[in-house]
């Protein structure tokens, strides 16, 4: 089931229907300030009877300087660190800023989050699905 809203796909609510569909009681949610602060995710997951932690006002920063390493294709060890201690004590996490998952995917080997969820390649595999099953 994929959620078409006039025809455009809502990466959210698919990627919150996955979440429940994997009985994941508690996430964490990784994001611009703009997307934590919205309350978007937050809201939805609520709704579902997720409960959904946020970064706390100081670790703002930290993802902000993560996000700008991927704009800038500068990639170092210390950005590899700061991004991992975001992820890492969190048994499921969101990736829900497109610049995450770049750095999921580069530094993935010293990451020891359970569950990592990136909604917009949820939402491609569940268009995939979809286009396949017709």
Known sequence: MIFLEDKVVDIIKNCVHIIKQNNIETIHLL???????????QSLLNENGIKCTVPMNEEYGVLRECIEAVKQNKYTEDIGSKFCNLVNGHE?????????????????????????????FLSLQQLKKEFDDE
Request: aromatic share 10%; hydrophobic share 30%; charged share 20%.
């Open 31 to 41: 994001g611009s300030e703009g997307t934590i602060e919205s309350k978007v995710y």
């Open 92 to 120: 499921s996490v969101i990736l829900g800023c497109t610049e995450l998952p770049i750095l999921y995917d580069k530094y993935n080997e010293n990451i020891n989050c359970e569950n990592i969820f990136d909604p917009l």
